[in-house]
Each structure stands twice: as C-alpha cells, then as structure tokens.
C-alpha cells in the first residue's frame, strides 16, 4: 500500500514547491513593483545626469519643487528644508533623512533639502573659524577674514568666529560683496583696543581704561533694550578695532525711554527745544522677531559724513548725503506756507516756548512718553512729481511757476514714515492720545504686544490707505490759524494731521534694534582664518582710521581753496576753485573763476621715525574731471577748467603729520600755511591731521566741522 500512495506524496510535495516558487516570485515581482514594503527613493542627481547627456547640457536644473512634485506621484510624503548654498534659489540639493535609492516605509516623510542661495549658517558663530570658512566658501561668494579683539580675560576662544556679515541665519543680499567673518584674537593688555566682549560692560569701565591707554574718548547716548541702559553698546571705532595711542575714539552708552530727549534733542538748546534731523542715537539696524527677507524685514539707519541719518536702501553708493538725499530722515515738517519760522515749526517748550507751544507741541517728541516719529522728504508740497518749496514758487497743471497765488496742481503725497520707541515708552498713553488709526488700533489688540523692553520702530504701511495723495490747502486749526500742514504727518492735538497712523503696534511689526555690536567691517585689517595678520597690515588700518576726513588748502579770506575728501581706502576726491570779481568783460560782468575737480587715491607706505606717516599718489587712479580750457558763462561770471588742482598737482608723496604732533617739529612753509588758512598762530600741538604734498609743501588742513 506504500508504494501505491508515494507517487501522489511526491506529486503533491513537488506541487507544493511550484506554489512556494510562484508565490515567491510573485512576491517578488510584487515588491519590485513597489505594491508593498515601502518605496525606493529616486536618485535624482542620476536622472538628471543623465537628462543633461541627452539634452546636451552639462547640468539639468532640477528644483525642490519638481522633486516633492516625483515623490507625490510615487505616493511618498515629503517636507522641504532651506539650507544656505552655492545653488540657485530653489535647486534641489539632495534628501535630509534618507539617501538615494533607499527603501522608505510607507507612511513616513521624507525631507527635501532646498536651497535657500548663499547665506550665513546660524551655527556658525563660536565655531572655529578655519571650519566655519571652509563651509562659507561653498557658498559662492567673496569670503572676508576680518580679524576682531578680544580681550585677554574673553571667554571667546581665538580663532573662533565671533561676528558675521550677514548675521548668522540671514541670506547674502549683495552677492558681490559677499560674507564677512570676524575671527577672535585676544589682545596682549598692552596695545589699546576696543575688545569685541566690551559690548554690554559697564561704559565707566570701558572709559577707565582706554583713557589710560592714552586714547581720547567721548561718550554719546544711543537707545538700547531696558538689560543695556549705562552699558557699553556701541563704538566709532567699532567694537573689536585695535586702536593707536592718540586716536579719537566714540563710546555709546544704552538709554531708554526717559532719556528720548537728551539723545535726540539735546538739553543746550534751551530757551526752547528744536527738534529737526535725526542724529546718531538711533542707528543700527532693526528687524522684526521673524525675517523672512532681509530687504523687507529690517531697516537699517545709516549717518553719513555730514551728520545726516538715512535709511539704508540698496542703490546706496557712499556716504555722502548727495547720493540719498532723498532718504534722510527728520523729525521735523514744517507748515508749508512758512509764516511760522523754525522756531514756530520745529521747537517745543523751554523758558521762551511754555508747555504747548511751538510746531512740535502736539507731536509725539514732546509728551514724554519715549516715542518721537520721523520720516523722508521735509512736508513739503509737490508738482507733477518734483518736491518743491511754495515760499517763492506756485503749481499749475503740474507745472512749476515762479509765483505764488496759484497753487491749483499742488499735492501732498505720502512719504516713508516712522516711529521709534525706545525701550519702556509708554505705549498706552500713545494709544489713548488717538495717534493711530482706531480700526488699525482694534486689529492690532487681537495679536501679541509690541516688547517694550527693547527699542524698535513702526513703519507706516501706505497700502493701508485708500488715499495716498491730497491736493494742497490751506485748513484752519481751532486755534484760528490759517495754515497749511503736510496731512500725512501725525501729531497730536490742535495740530494733527486728517489721517492717523496705520499700523498700530503688534509683535509681528515691530522692527526691533539688533544688538549685535557689528564690527566696521570695512575698516577692520584682513587677517587668516587664525584670526593672525601681519603688524604692517594693522599699522595700515589705523592710519586710515585716523587720516580719514575732510581737508581744505587755503589762504587769506578765501577766495581760492581746494577741499579734499579722503575716504577710509585712501580714495580721494578735491575740488579746487579761485574766484577773482575784478577779472571781468563781455558777457562776464560779475569776474572769473578758475576750476579743477578729480578724484585719486592714496597708498600708505610707511610710518616714519619722527612720528609722521608717508603716503604716494596712485598714479593711474588720479583723473582730472571735465576738459582742460572749456569756459562757460554763470550767473555773469566766467568760469574756466584749468590743468591742476592746487596743492594736488604734482599728485606725487604726501607727508601725514597725525593729531598731536608738535607744531615746532613741523617744517616753516607747512607752519605758514597753516597760518595763512587760519589767520592764527599754529598751537603747540595739532589740533587734527596735516597732509603735506612734499613737492612744494601745499598744507591741507583737517576740517574740524
């Protein structure tokens, strides 16, 4: 009976084994099909390797976008992740969590890395600066190693990174200048500085001793969060510089709200406050609690060399207030018919002015509430699109006329306009005087409270405003006056304007300070990713620091002059002229005047023995504006380009005598030079710099104001 039943016992095992194989194989074929077990990652770098072959180009681009656009398809759930790199905006870098090829659940998420452009890691502050760089210049741009100093006693390590441009977590915004990296170095205690950690000490301590370091200090206010007030927040020179015994240095010290008009007013200009451009107080840059976009999200107050606060855009190109005139800010707008005067206009209080008198009685500057507003382009009316002064002008059909009755196409247009608050204002008393716009008001009590702990400024948003462009009039006040106010400029009281400020303050909007402390990267010595430079390098910075201004060559009551400008890389730019009312003629009633501009630049070239600095003329950098014998005819006066600027050409070495220097040691041309420009006798010691062209002795004098 066994024999009998063996063939179906095999016949059935081998049946078996072919079910087991099919299943297998079906499995098998099944996974591979990816029906279960997950989903393989595509290799992305591979198919568009291969994409470029086929295509003919060298690389295919593939985005982030497109990538979570396969996995979808494929039923994998993905998130993207922005990194700073070398890629273009948008580019697929590679997968987060996984690897190409690789098996994923189903179920779980896969990370896409997107590239977010170059940028500055937010880890790479504190790390040591020969890794931090390495990964920096993958980013595409210049790379800048910029040494900073530390203290001797500094927890920060040398060579470590202890600053960045841009600030750790934000974009590269200008790809030319790249991304700047301050490198740690502690100072020896013996050799001046301002150490980078200073930030945030006592500002008594930190005068103590640079003043024993034999450098000269002044201390300025500058707003500040509430943890900062009395403490060390700024310096010009910048935190981090190494200093030479002599130099000048600025020191700004943290205030808050109850010293609003002390930093921005003053206290000496009693008997009453005039309140007109900003000053440096309030400088920085400002951003809100999420940056999205630099450019959108931060607003950075500059001072340029005449004193003027600008907000910093990107068609910046100097420091001269003629290259953003349009963008310097004040306090103060005036009544636009002027029958006020400044002091009517732009004062408060004090002993001539009692408590609610004066154009800026009713503004915020005066409450004491630690708020004032600003903003561009003075309050005055426009034509067309030209801003223009109705002193001495009118406006018809968007055209200017030299008269004054018609003003039928004048308008006032809404300009950028802002206010600060420094750190404990009163934000309530604001609230309740009706400064905003009562609906912006209740929308903004629905989010989170500005932190008033910290300074920080509120833009007004034009697109809130249905209108944005009134014609100009002139409106009676309840006092009786007849006058005419820009109506976008908000105040308080008799005097303010038709439309409210909008928004009201919220978390969100509020541009808080930036208390980083940045470094004046421009000005700082280059250095290896050590944070190492060489001493001639930091002799260097320092004569620049120092030689940096302006400078006239003149004599008797001026009636020639040439006026130099020398910027901190040693460029320069002059202007000459000489006038004589007797030289006249034809056409040319009122005398001549003989002119010659250029720009140059200066390199240093050593410190001497006796104290003083040699610097040469660039040669293929010195250019002479204009044609050399052109004459023109202005305003009767006959005007001609002539070959050289006085005391400039030859444009050979130059002598840099620095502050201090003993005026008995100096040579007697340069001594009746400076006689000559100033009618006095040289004091025994100079007040600022010399530069002497060694050719003929021609003396430029510092320009104190």
Excluded at 423 to 437: C, H, Q, R, V
């Amino acid at each position: 009976m066994a024999a009998t039943h063996q063939p179906k016992a095999i016949i059935a095992a081998i049946v078996a084994a072919v079910l087991v194989v099919a299943a297998g194989v079906t499995a098998g074929l099944t996974y591979h099909a990816e029906l279960w077990g997950g989903k393989t990652l595509p290799d992305i770098a591979a198919a568009s390797a291969n994409a470029g072959k086929q295509s003919g180009k060298a690389k295919a681009a593939v985005t982030a976008d497109s990538v979570v656009a396969q996995l979808k398809a494929k039923g994998i759930t993905s998130a993207k992740r922005l990194e700073f790199s070398g890629a273009e905006k948008g580019a697929f870098l590679g997968y987060g969590n996984a690897k190409a090829g690789q098996r994923v659940r189903s179920g779980s998420s896969v990370v896409v890395r997107e590239s977010a452009g170059p940028g500055v890691p937010s880890n790479v502050e504190h790390a040591k600066a020969s890794t931090a760089v390495a990964t920096l210049k993958t980013m595409g741009v210049p790379v800048h190693t910029k040494q900073i100093a530390v203290s001797s006693s500094s927890k920060l390590a040398g060579g470590t990174v202890v600053a960045a441009y841009p600030l750790a977590g934000q974009a590269v915004t200008d790809a030319t200048t790249g991304i700047y990296v301050g490198v740690a170095a502690k100072t020896d205690g013996k050799t001046p500085a301002i150490p980078y950690d200073a930030i945030g000490t006592d500002i008594n301590s930190v005068k103590d001793m640079l003043a024993k370091a034999g450098v000269n200090v002044t201390a300025k206010p500058h707003f500040s969060s509430k943890k900062n007030v009395g403490k060390l927040v700024s310096s010009s020179p910048a935190p981090g510089t190494v200093l030479s015994a002599g130099e000048s240095v600025t020191l700004y010290y943290g205030v808050g709200a109850d010293k609003v008009q002390e930093a921005t007013v003053g206290q000496s200009n009693a008997p009453y406050f005039y309140a007109s451009e900003l000053n440096d107080a309030v400088t920085g840059t400002y951003c809100k609690r999420n940056v999205k976009n630099v450019t959108d999200d931060c607003i950075t107050l500059a001072q340029d060399d005449y004193g003027s606060v600008y907000r910093v855009t990107a068609k910046d190109t100097g420091t001269s207030s003629d290259e953003h005139s349009n963008d310097i800010l004040t306090m103060c707008f005036p009544f636009a018919d002027g029958n006020a005067g400044d002091i009517g206009t732009c004062s408060y209080g004090g002993s001539q002015l009692p408590t609610g008198e004066g154009g800026m009685a009713k503004r915020l500057i005066a409450k004491q509430w630690g708020a004032f507003d600003f903003g561009e382009l003075g309050g005055s009316p426009s034509c067309g699109t030209a801003m223009f002064s109705p002193y001495d002008e009118g406006c018809n059909a968007s055209k200017q006329v030299v008269q004054d009755q018609d003003m039928s196409g004048a308008t006032f247009d809404m300009h950028d306009f802002y206010v600060f608050f420094a750190s404990g204002a009163n934000l309530d008393a604001i609230e309740k005087s009706g400064y905003f716009d009562d609906r912006a008001l209740a929308a903004a009590k629905k989010s989170s409270k500005p932190d008033t702990s910290r300074p920080f400024i509120l833009a007004r948003d034009a697109s809130q405003y249905d209108t944005t462009s009134v014609p100009y009039s002139k409106v009676p006040v309840p006092s009786g006056q007849t006058l005419v106010q820009d109506p976008f400029v908000p105040g308080v009281g008799e005097f303010s304007a038709s439309v409210k400020f909008k928004p009201a303050p919220t978390d969100a909007n509020a541009y808080y300070l930036v208390e980083s402390g940045q470094p004046d990267w421009q000005n700082l010595p280059n250095c290896d990713a050590n944070g190492k430079v060489s001493e001639a390098a930091a002799q260097e910075q320092g004569f620049w620091r120092q030689v940096k201004g302006t400078y006239f060559f003149s004599a008797g009551v001026g009636a020639w002059s040439t006026m130099m400008k020398v910027n901190a890389d040693g460029s320069f730019t002059a202007d000459f002229h000489d006038s004589d009312r007797g030289v006249t003629g034809d056409g040319y009633p009122n005398g001549s005047r003989s002119i010659a501009s250029g720009t140059g630049k200066f390199t240093y070239t050593k410190r001497n023995d006796d104290g003083s600095f040699s610097m040469t003329c660039d040669q293929k950098a010195f250019h002479q504006n204009g044609t050399i014998g052109d004459v023109t005819i202005e305003d009767g006066v006959r005007v001609e380009t002539v070959d050289g600027i006085y005391g400039l050409t030859p444009c050979g070495t130059f002598t840099v005598y620095p502050a201090g220097y003993a005026t008995g040691s100096l040579n007697e041309d340069v001594r009746t030079w400076i006689l000559n420009a100033t009618g006095e006798t040289p004091p025994s010691t100079l007040n600022g710099p010399l530069i002497v062209n060694d050719s003929d002795k021609s003396t430029f004098l510092y320009d104190q104001n």
